[in-house]
């Protein structure tokens, strides 16, 4: 199993920035896909950037250009850089994580994972 904890959610206003961070701990012996979701009330989880099981990056085209990603191996760290924040990024951010031999090209499909952490608020106005 893989545990996952993010980080550095919060408020901002628009055009603004915040970086999250998520970090896996648990099964060292597995390769995992690692992606960010979110939901927003009344909505349903979006996959907004995920690595596949090549180590290509997917993004939903609501945050291309605006969100990057980048994994540290050795950390087990996946971080979510956001820049030019819009309200419409309030939202529930969750990170994600499974084997690659599940996720495959599939990394923005919230069905495909197992192991979800607690989730970080961010507010935009």
């Known amino acids: 199993d893989v545990q996952l904890v993010e980080s550095g959610g919060g408020s901002v206003q628009a055009g603004g920035s915040l970086r999250l961070s998520c970090v896996a701990s648990?099964?060292?012996?597995?390769?995992?896909?690692l992606a960010w979701f979110r939901q927003a009330p009344g909505k349903e989880r979006e996959g907004i950037a995920g690595?596949?099981?090549?180590?290509?990056?997917s993004y939903a085209d609501s945050v291309k250009g605006r969100f990057t990603v980048s994994r540290d191996h050795a950390k087990a760290t996946l971080d979510l850089e956001m820049n030019t924040l819009k309200p419409e990024d309030t939202a529930m951010y969750y990170c994600?994580?499974?084997?690659?031999?599940?996720?495959?090209?599939?990394?923005?499909?919230?069905?495909?994972?197992?192991?979800w952490g607690q989730g970080t608020q961010v507010t935009v106005s």
């Open positions: 648990g099964d060292t012996h597995t390769r995992y896909c």
């Open positions: 690595v596949d099981s090549d180590g290509s990056i």
């Open positions: 994600a994580a499974d084997a690659v031999t599940r996720v495959l090209y599939d990394s923005l499909r919230a069905a495909v994972y197992r192991y």
